[in-house]
């Protein structure tokens, strides 16, 4: 989701520096790049907005430039992640809930109208958030270059994927 982007410049000892004219206006060069970052940033903001919902493991690399209330770091993938809590559950791992008539957690639904379902969060007391340390995020907002989320909990990369494999959306229960 990445591209360097810049106006063609003549090279000089290139095989198009001795056969061809740099021929095309400034203004037409410049105007091309707008162009082409314009639509590489659509695209960009496009594929992070399909991230919002999905929980990553996320390698804690630092406190965010912005805050030291917030962290950054990356996802498996490389992409980069603004950590929006300094705080997380001290462990992440497969949980139950029971579910009532309407899909919405229930303490009081009649037997006949209940579902169980597995559901992955954070247990245990709260804890920091310390660079070095993996912890699982669920991606709340994104823009072209960047994710934000909520930590979960703490986890290492093994248990991580031993649960999920690599990313985990967290509507449902199924992965994407």
Not at 4 to 22: G, P, Q
Not at 31 to 60: C, F, M, S, W, Y
Request: proline content about 2%; some cysteine.
């Amino acid at each position: 989701e990445q591209a360097f982007m810049f106006a063609y410049s003549m090279r000089e000892k290139t095989a198009a520096s001795r056969h061809l004219v740099d021929d095309v206006p400034e203004e037409t060069k410049k105007r091309r790049l707008k162009e082409v970052i314009a639509a590489q940033r659509r695209g960009a903001e496009e594929r992070n907005a399909d991230e919002i919902g999905v929980t990553h493991l996320v390698l804690i690399e630092g406190t965010s430039k912005r805050s030291d209330a917030e962290y950054t770091g990356r996802t498996c993938t490389g992409k980069r992640v603004i950590v929006t809590a300094a705080r997380t559950r001290e462990a992440y791992a497969r949980r139950q809930r029971t579910l009532g008539n309407k899909g919405e957690a229930s303490s009081t639904a009649s037997v006949s109208s209940r579902e169980d379902r597995d559901y992955y969060g954070g247990v245990g007391s709260d804890v920091d958030v310390t660079p070095g340390e993996y912890v699982v995020v669920r991606v709340e907002k994104a823009n072209a270059s960047t994710l934000f989320g909520s930590p979960v909990a703490r986890t290492t990369a093994a248990g991580f994927h031993a649960l999920h494999g690599a990313s985990w959306w967290a509507g449902g229960g199924e992965p994407r």
